[in-house]
T-cell receptor
Framework: GENVEQHPSTLSVQEGDSAVIKCTYSDSASNYFPWYKQELGKRPQLIIDIRSNVGEKKDQRIAVTLNKTAKHFSLHITETQPEDSAVYFCAATGRRGGYNKLIFGAGTRLAVHP | NAGVTQTPKFQVLKTGQSMTLQCAQDMNHEYMSWYRQDPGMGLRLIHY???????DQGEVPNGYNVSRSTTEDFPLRLLSAAPSQTSVYFCASSYLENTEAFFGQGTRLTVV
């Protein structure tokens, strides 16, 4: 079945620095790669996603890159701010049996220090 | 639109008890899923459904049952609660499996 590995598990940066979170996936047929942000005590919410026919996507300070050959994708946050502090999850669609499903990585706890 | 509504928000069960976590969405989404969240282990897929009448197992299905009789509702049943099922449970829905998933508020379950 699909497996998604995420690194690092924790990340601490100074305000204004960049943060990079990396994920690898196992199913070469995966075609959708979203990133979710979960603030303390809240539900996960989508912040950006990318499909397999695109190599990079940007939305203001957030960007995601995808390398299908190596089966890895990364989240880049520039000019980090304290409100970026949260747990970030990557995910990938995978198929085992008849249906596609969304499998998540273990999460990265990002702390942005003023 | 209420989005995805989960009930209850908190629950304490004794070992061996059964219960049903409720999940309802009003967005006419076909795809619904249940995840459990444990520290350091991310969101693990329990069961999911691609439409009314169609369900399948995820990564950690043991001890849980689901059914999908309507598009709106996707309840998760714990058959005989065990301490290992202590977790935060999230229901999610999306138009398809490869579109944005909307999560419910979560249910914090403690089994003693």
């Amino acid at each position: 079945g699909e497996n998604v590995e995420q690194h690092p598990s924790t990340l601490s940066v100074q305000e204004g620095d960049s943060a990079v979170i990396k994920c690898t996936y196992s199913d070469s047929a995966s075609n959708y790669f979203p990133w979710y942000k979960q603030e303390l005590g809240k539900r996960p919410q989508l912040i950006i996603d990318i499909r397999s026919n695109v190599g990079e996507k940007k939305d203001q300070r957030i960007a995601v890159t995808l390398n299908k050959t190596a089966k890895h994708f990364s989240l880049h946050i520039t000019e980090t701010q304290p409100e970026d502090s949260a747990v970030y999850f990557c995910a990938a669609t995978g198929r085992r049996g008849g249906y596609n499903k969304l499998i998540f990585g273990a999460g990265t706890r990002l702390a942005v220090h003023p | 639109n209420a989005g995805v509504t989960q009930t209850p928000k908190f629950q304490v069960l004794k070992t061996g008890q059964s219960m049903t976590l409720q999940c309802a969405q009003d967005m006419n989404h076909e795809y619904m899923s249940w995840y459990r969240q444990d520290p350091g282990m991310g969101l693990r897929l329990i069961h999911y459904s691609v439409g009314a009448g169609i369900t399948d197992q995820g990564e950690v299905p043991n001890g849980y049952n689901v059914s999908r009789s309507t598009t709106e509702d996707f309840p998760l049943r714990l058959l005989s609660a065990a301490p290992s099922q202590t977790s935060v449970y999230f229901c999610a829905s999306s138009y398809l499996e490869n579109t944005e998933a909307f999560f419910g508020q979560g249910t914090r379950l403690t089994v003693v």
